[in-house]
């Protein structure tokens, strides 16, 4: 005769709680049905993020940008490619129209379960502008629908943020140094957002996409501010293979959403695919770029006259 004691009552309870978590967490990585929201979704890595979730089942792709003719132009080939509706354009300024936008998109589609911040400027001669759109829209775009979606507060059922920064959030060197800071803000907020302790609480993931250069005018537009050999030597020194296509990075946020755990920051770079991000800053050593001979005369020299490692100074920090 079985006797249905305590510890059987809490072993079957663990083991149902345990398939629910499962089939929880298996449910919330699922593209199919999803709504997804694309800031800077009408070009480049934007376009190619919301063209691979509605490639892989996505419900609706929301597309955000300010250009229109570029934009309507986006939603009708996606359209083409996979149904009527399935993308849709939205005339945004994501430092303006947070409110207006994100109204309109929640009374139309009810549920937002995946935004991706993707807009990014990498102007140097207007720095205001690089963190107003590439930090500050990001953040105020993520705690809006985060808020939305947080399964604690309100109607919320969880959801996802990915948050797109870059290489450049984990390197230093000489180029591009106010697009490097908006993009080290976009990583340690994201990590910080997404911590499990608020993913815990929330059931809303935050994931950092890091991509390396990109075939879009940006990552030319960012190169033609510099010297050309700096650009090569630098280049060099992070051993890039070649320049990714911006389908590539779509094809990682894919990758990402289905993988990735909250918090987490992923690196993508030379076509292939995502790998996870050490939670280092590379510092490119200055004998590495620059032209003086006496410096690396003296390089040499050092190296020559020392067996010492423990006198060797490391380019990698700690975060």
Not at 168 to 197: C, E, M, W
Not at 282 to 290: A, H, K, Q, T
Request: charged share 25%; net charge neutral; proline share 3%.
């Amino acid at each position: 005769m079985f006797v249905i004691t305590y510890f059987n009552i809490l072993f079957v309870a663990l083991l149902f709680d345990n398939v629910t978590s499962t089939a929880n967490v298996k449910n919330e990585r699922k593209i199919t049905g999803k709504v997804v929201v694309v800031t800077g979704g009408t070009k480049g890595v934007g376009y190619a993020i919301a063209d691979n979730f509605l490639k892989n089942g996505a419900k609706a792709g929301i597309l955000l940008g300010t250009n229109v003719t570029e934009g309507e132009r986006a939603e009708r080939k996606l359209n083409s490619k996979y149904g009527k509706n399935k993308a849709e354009y939205i005339e945004c300024d994501i430092t303006t129209d947070l409110d207006t936008v994100s109204k309109r998109i929640l009374k139309k589609y009810r549920y937002v379960d995946i935004l991706v911040n993707s807009e990014t400027i990498a102007d140097e001669y207007n720095p205001r502008s690089i963190i107003l759109i590439n930090t500050v829209g990001t953040i105020e775009w993520s705690t809006r629908f985060f808020k939305s979606m947080r399964k604690d507060k309100g109607q919320g059922r969880g959801g996802a943020i990915i948050n797109v920064a870059s290489v450049a959030a984990h390197n230093i060197d000489p180029t591009y140094v106010t697009y490097r800071a908006s993009k080290f803000a976009v990583l340690a907020f994201s990590q910080s957002l997404g911590h499990l302790y608020n993913y815990n609480i929330t059931g809303v993931r935050v994931i950092t996409l890091c991509p390396g250069p990109t075939d879009t005018p940006l990552v030319y537009k960012v190169y033609s501010l510099y010297d050309l050999d700096l650009v090569k030597k630098i280049i060099k020194y992070y051993n890039f293979a070649k320049i990714q296509s911006p389908d590539n990075v779509g094809r990682g946020a894919v990758e990402v959403f289905r993988n990735a755990e909250s918090g987490t920051s992923w690196d993508i770079a030379d076509e292939k695919p995502p790998v996870e991000s050490a939670n280092t800053i590379n510092i490119v050593p200055f004998e590495e770029i620059d032209d003086d001979e006496n410096t690396h005369a003296q390089k040499e020299n050092k190296a020559d006259n020392s067996n010492d490692d423990s006198s060797l100074i490391s380019t990698e920090v700690a975060l």
